[in-house]
């Protein structure tokens, strides 16, 4: 067990909605991570938190954003849900470490978009 | 662009057998980390081994064994006298050193199923 929890753990929404996910990290991380891992896929890196502000991002729309707070927790906010957004979207703290990587991850919510 | 691929979507296998999955990947930077990482049926990515760039000795940890080849862009993970626990997928990852925040490019995974 990494200490890396996230809620919900399952949630169905409809095409237009907003949602809010959350994670805890495991403590004394200062780093945060979210992933979006489709059905059958690896995970795709959608940004990275470090003491309240995102220092990196992949390749997703601004309709994607979160908040670091500063206990470390986190939150992934989806605007204007979309049925491409289902997927299981993960959780991973970390140290900050520009390059070693070593993520902690949690289980994941998974969110339906009907 | 940094890149991932694990050619083998599903592997099948009898339990006490041998299993390699291979892992090749795609990178412009002289220094980075790979990874191997495990996702069982709850989700969770479990960290197995961080390799960096520098350092080809292959490395074997109980019944898993990894070997580095920056020759042939290959990380490839073998997994010896296999058991049912062992069925999962797993994924192999690529985090390059130059890209100032710690973020991981996944291949899209090898599903490992272990009969009885």
């Known amino acids: 067990e990494t200490g890396v929890t996230q809620s919900p753990t399952h949630l169905i929404k409809t095409r237009g909605q907003q949602v809010t996910l959350r994670c805890s990290s495991q403590?004394?991380?200062?780093?945060v991570s979210w992933y979006q891992q489709a059905l059958g896929q690896g995970p795709q890196f959608i940004f990275q938190?470090?003491?309240?502000?995102?220092?990196g991002r992949g390749n997703f729309p601004p309709r994607f954003s979160g908040l670091q707070f500063p206990n470390y927790s986190s939150e992934l906010n989806v605007n204007a849900l979309e049925l491409d957004d289902s997927a299981l979207y993960l959780c991973?703290?970390?140290?900050?470490?520009?390059?070693?990587?070593?993520?902690?991850f949690g289980e994941g919510s998974r969110l339906t978009v009907l | 662009a940094q890149k991932v691929t694990q050619a083998q979507t599903e592997i099948s296998v009898v339990e006490k057998e041998d299993v390699t999955l291979d892992c090749v990947y795609e990178?412009?930077?002289?220094?980075?980390?790979l990874f191997w990482y495990k996702q069982p049926p709850s989700g969770e990515l479990v960290f197995l081994i961080r390799?960096?760039?520098?350092?080809?000795q292959n490395e074997i940890s109980g019944r898993y064994s990894w070997n580095f080849q920056k020759s042939t862009s290959s990380f490839n993970f073998t997994i010896t006298a296999s058991q049912v626990v062992d069925s999962a997928v797993y994924f192999c990852?690529?985090?390059?050193?130059?890209?100032?925040?710690?973020?991981?490019?996944f291949g899209k995974g090898t599903m490992l199923l272990v009969s009885p």
């Open positions: 403590s004394g991380h200062n780093t």
């Open positions: 390799r960096n760039s520098f350092d080809e």
């Open positions: 990178t412009r930077d002289t220094t980075y980390y």
């Open positions: 938190y470090y003491r309240e502000e995102e220092n």
């Open positions: 990852a690529l985090s390059e050193a130059n890209s100032g925040y710690s973020t991981l490019t």
């Open positions: 991973a703290s970390s140290l900050k470490a520009p390059n070693t990587g070593e993520l902690f």
